[in-house]
């Protein structure tokens, strides 16, 4: 399969909301939660980035292991979800966490921060911390904003990949569309897509797709395992 960023760039997609992107030196890890395959995305992993503290985005079971069996791994996270792998049993030096407005530096990614908070599900259901990441690698711009539709940071050249969440309590299929539309990027990934069928996944490639909605991005899905590489 051909892949319209930099042929040293790979993305994986590991299930529901977890991708890993690496450009063969740095491995970045991004929400590797229950529904998604979480040991296969850490494995070799340099960093971890975790939105939120909701399992689908941190498999406790799974991550704080692996922080204790690899003493060079390091996790970025949310507040809350800092504190649930520390209940979890992760080494507090392997664990930082993460707020809107920062910039890190992780091997050779830099990472803008943004978000604040998780979308609204109900009016009296309480709101997670949710932050949001720009991870810039190898020349490639990939955005994940976590359980949110908060637009990504202006990038120099525009944004290269947009992670679109596509099912959830919390969301609409006209919001992943404002979406779309409000973040112009090259690639469209779909993710958050645990609760679809595959009839689900068809119909929300024909809402999402650019010509429908007179776009220039290419809309790509990929099923578990599948990466986008030269």
């Given at each position: 399969m051909t892949t319209p960023w930099p042929e040293f760039v790979q993305l994986t997609f590991h299930g529901h909301a977890c991708?890993?992107?690496?450009?063969?030196?740095?491995?970045i890890v991004v929400d590797p939660g229950t529904f998604s395959d979480t040991e296969e995305a850490l494995v070799g992993a340099t960093a971890v980035l975790i939105t939120h503290?909701?399992?689908?985005?941190v498999d406790t079971g799974v991550v704080a292991p692996a922080l204790r069996e690899t003493p060079g791994l390091q996790v970025w996270a949310s507040g809350p979800a800092v504190q649930v792998l520390l209940a979890a049993g992760a080494p507090a030096e392997q664990v930082h966490e993460a707020a809107p407005g920062q910039v890190l530096e992780i091997g050779g990614?830099?990472?803008t921060t943004g978000g604040g908070q998780h979308a609204q599900i109900h009016?009296?259901?309480p709101r997670a911390v949710n932050v949001t990441y720009l991870v810039e690698l190898g020349g490639t711009s990939v955005y994940h904003p976590g359980d949110s539709f908060d637009t990504p940071p202006a990038t120099a050249g525009g944004l290269d990949v947009l992670l679109t969440p596509v099912a959830a309590p919390w969301l609409?299929?006209?919001?992943?569309?404002?979406?779309?539309r409000a973040v112009p990027a090259r690639v469209v990934i779909p993710v958050h897509d645990a609760p679809l069928s595959e009839i689900g996944h068809r119909l929300t490639a024909n809402w999402l797709d650019a010509r429908r909605l007179s776009g220039e991005y290419a809309y790509a899905r990929l099923v578990r395992g599948e990466s986008w590489s030269s």
């Open positions: 991708v890993s992107l690496t450009d063969g030196e740095t491995r503290d909701h399992a689908d985005h990614a830099r990472v009016p009296e259901v609409k299929t006209a919001e992943a569309i404002d979406f779309t």
